[in-house]
């Protein structure tokens, strides 16, 4: 009884897994055609996606790293 239990439990996990996969897949390719459409339209990707990984950042976390940024640059003379 325990055995039969167990497969239908990984049989139902890995479905879950593989249908969360498909979805993931789906939203993957809706995130791409988003880039896509901001490009066409005149934006900077590579800008939006620093901005995005900004705002994914604690405020603490971002002024640390553009503290560094500008202490790194003031070093370099940029």
Do not use: P
């Amino acid at each position: 009884m325990t055995d039969n239990i167990s497969a239908e439990q990984l049989r139902l996990l890995i479905e879950r897994i593989e249908r969360l996969e498909s979805e993931k897949r789906g939203i993957s390719d809706d995130i791409k055609d988003v880039y896509a459409e901001a490009k066409s339209t005149g934006f900077d990707v590579k800008t939006i996606r620093k901005i995005i990984s900004l705002r994914r950042m604690e405020k603490h976390h971002r002024d640390e790293a553009a503290m560094m940024l500008e202490t790194y640059c003031q070093a370099l003379g940029l």
